[in-house]
């Protein structure tokens, strides 16, 4: 029942975003809207940001369901983009808000665990700490994230698979090039 209630009180903050900015939404607002009480609010969420982080969190999940390898990341940052797509309004007005940290905190969190799935299945059998392949992770993670941030300053214009392709030029065969790079490093 908790995640029952967890997700009509997101539908009812989406639903509340398409009609006013997130500064300007109260508990009272979803709570009204969900036909709940505060005090049930406040026993799942602290406070309307922690249901804009945990909304965040759950789309991340969604959006990353089996695409952490090395042949599926490019579908899973087209997943990423989809997800942003499918909840523009709640991502625009989150973004926009006081809280665009924690769009960003969502971008990154996402990411990160998308690219080291890609750097675990890609180091295997070789001789790279787990520093560095955080290292490696944040260097792709940052630029995707950048990316990403200006689609949705540019009101998500671009054709995210455009974007993908593009990536992918950069990228293709570094992953592997890095992790080479540090386990070459650590026997030296």
Known sequence: MSQVTKR??????????????????TITDITDDC???????????QDIFDLVEWSCREDALKALAGNKTYNTWQEGFLDIFDEVRKNKPFIVNVYN??????????L????????????????KGMDVSDEDQKFIADIYKYSFVGLMLDWIKHDMKEDPKQIIDRLDLVIHGNFKKALEAFARNRTD
Request: hydrophobic content about 40%.
């Open 97 to 106: 808000s006081v809280s665009s940290d924690q769009v960003e905190n969502y």
């Open 35 to 45: 036909g709940i009480s505060r005090m049930t609010f406040y026993y799942h969420f």
């Open 8 to 25: 009509a009180l997101e539908e009812s903050l989406k639903h509340l975003l398409l009609q006013k900015p997130l500064d300007k939404i």
């Open 108 to 123: 990154y969190a996402v990411t990160f665990d998308l690219i080291m799935g890609v750097i675990t299945e890609q180091s």
